[in-house]
Antibody, heavy 121, light 109 residues
């Protein structure tokens, strides 16, 4: 049973870089899955940020692409998110999750419990 | 504004059947599978429907999904109080990007 756990600072200063890590347990990050980040601003809906394959291939949300970097560390069975030049609009609960792609879709399951990141001085 | 369009709210009384719609375009719903997620207050989303109409193990058959063209629907029959949650549709877009609908808050009256 794959489980995911996010970790990282809960407070980031404006113009700084948000950095989160997702530890994967119960399965290998080198399996045939993609590893994703999704965020949810307080009281709002879900926003897909991007994903990474163990080979290092990535897909990013076009609206965030210029500020996002997702990387993988196979030795630690974890993957990470970096979001630069943050503003208050980046305040959100950030979820990591496994994404299973097939020919015509992507299934996101399971999800981590989420971690709230607040952008404030 | 989300690329996948959902009504912001829906409601029903216990035992009723409610449906939630999700509208997209030819590059996402029109050519790819639709997925539905249920988010109970204060928790992470949970997969409810995959590949348009398939239920994961453990999801009651009161929940069903369908797709036609560039639109999809989630139906909940025999509505129960514990179904009160936010529901999100999702689909892959041919531009290699994941999409979520804006979410629908379901209230059980």
């Amino acid at each position: 049973q794959v489980q995911l756990q996010e970790s990282g600072p809960g407070l980031v200063k404006p113009s700084g870089t948000l950095s989160l890590t997702c530890a994967v347990s119960g399965g290998s990050i080198s399996s045939s899955n993609w590893w994703s980040w999704v965020r949810q601003p307080p009281g709002k809906g879900l926003e897909w940020i991007g994903e990474i394959y163990h080979s290092g291939s990535t897909n990013y949300n076009p609206s965030l692409k210029s500020r996002v970097t997702i990387s993988v560390d196979k030795s630690k069975n974890q993957f990470s998110l970096k979001l630069s030049s943050v503003t208050a609009a980046d305040t959100a609960v950030y979820y990591c999750a496994r994404a299973i792609h097939d020919s015509s879709g992507f299934l996101i399951d399971p999800w981590g419990q989420g971690t709230l990141v607040t952008v404030s001085s | 504004q989300s690329v996948l369009t959902q009504p912001p709210s829906a409601s029903g009384t216990p035992g009723q059947r409610v449906t939630i719609s999700c509208s997209g375009s030819s590059s996402n719903i029109g050519s790819n599978y639709v997925y539905w997620y249920q988010q109970l207050p204060g928790t992470a989303p949970k997969l409810l429907i995959y590949r348009n109409n398939q239920r994961p193990s453990g999801v009651p058959d009161r929940f069903s999904g369908s797709k036609s063209g560039t639109s999809a629907s989630l139906a909940i029959s025999g509505l129960r109080s514990e179904d009160e949650a936010d529901y999100y549709c999702a689909a892959w877009d041919d531009s290699l990007s994941g999409l979520f609908g804006g979410g629908t808050k379901l209230t059980v009256l």
